[in-house]
């Protein structure tokens, strides 16, 4: 009986300890010296970081300045390659550009040629029946000229109005006979129909003793007339004329332009 009371009356170690007091026996300065400490620490551990992730930066750098130095050596390489090939073409640009020019002089000069084997057998379709030619004469002008005015000098080509003058780029001069006017008249009719002529015109019309009647006139060409194989006349050149010789860069692209003109 006088054991179990004893050892009810012993408290627990919990209970002892937490109503001892807390005594602290380090002196503020050393705390100061601790927290010093730890900040010391940190700023290393910081600047160890800071230290590593420049040094990945600048790796990272060297890295990629070294695989661009690289690609730089190999277009240079390329490069030199290119221009030697360049300087071996030389004298095939040369030959190209002259080529090129050549065919621009072509082109300009040949640019005003006219189907006259279409012009007689436009003449010739609009002949009546008992009609006939004596003589034919084509005058070419080359570029597109508002008809004039009746001239005696036969520079250019006379129309029925001289003040309702059309373009022409050509004049047919002819002569022959015909069984009667009429006949005159529907040769001028079926030429004025016809897209290659334009502007009709008999100047004289004769009879003799026979019934036959001798007639002389004239009629312009239409831009129909034109071949069309060396280029468009109707389309203005640019300055210079076409016969400038093209850069160097533009061989290619002139070729081609003037190239859609070959016969």
Not at 41 to 70: D, I, M, N, P, T
Request: hydrophobic share 45%; with cysteine; aromatic share 4%.
């Amino acid at each position: 009986m006088r054991l179990t009371h004893q050892r009810a009356r012993i408290r627990p170690v919990a209970d002892v300890d937490a109503t001892m007091p807390a005594v602290n026996l380090l002196s503020q300065s050393q705390f100061d010296r601790l927290a010093a400490r730890r900040l010391r620490q940190r700023f290393l551990a910081a600047a160890f970081v800071l230290v590593l992730l420049v040094g990945l930066g600048w790796g990272a750098q060297h890295v990629r300045v070294s695989q661009q130095e690289k690609l730089v050596e190999v277009e240079q390489a390329q490069s030199q390659r290119l221009t030697a090939q360049t300087e071996l073409l030389a004298p095939v640009r040369t030959f190209v550009n002259g080529v090129a020019l050549q065919e621009r002089t072509v082109a300009a000069t040949m640019a005003g040629e006219v189907w006259v084997s279409d012009v007689l057998a436009g003449v010739r379709d609009a002949l009546p029946v008992g009609a006939r030619l004596t003589t034919l004469a084509v005058a070419v002008t080359g570029a597109a000229v508002p008809g004039a005015a009746p001239a005696t000098d036969g520079a250019a080509c006379p129309g029925p109005d001289p003040f309702n003058t059309r373009v022409v780029v050509g004049c047919v001069q002819l002569s022959g006979t015909a069984t009667s006017r009429a006949e005159v008249g529907e040769l001028v009719i079926a030429l004025g129909h016809s897209g290659l002529f334009v502007e009709p015109f008999i100047s004289t019309t004769t009879t003799a003793d026979s019934e036959a009647v001798t007639f002389s006139g004239s009629v312009g060409l239409s831009e129909k007339a034109y071949s069309g194989r060396y280029g468009d006349p109707t389309v203005p050149t640019a300055p210079g004329g076409p016969a400038a010789a093209p850069a160097a860069g533009e061989t290619d692209a002139a070729t081609q332009a003037d190239g859609g003109g070959q016969p």
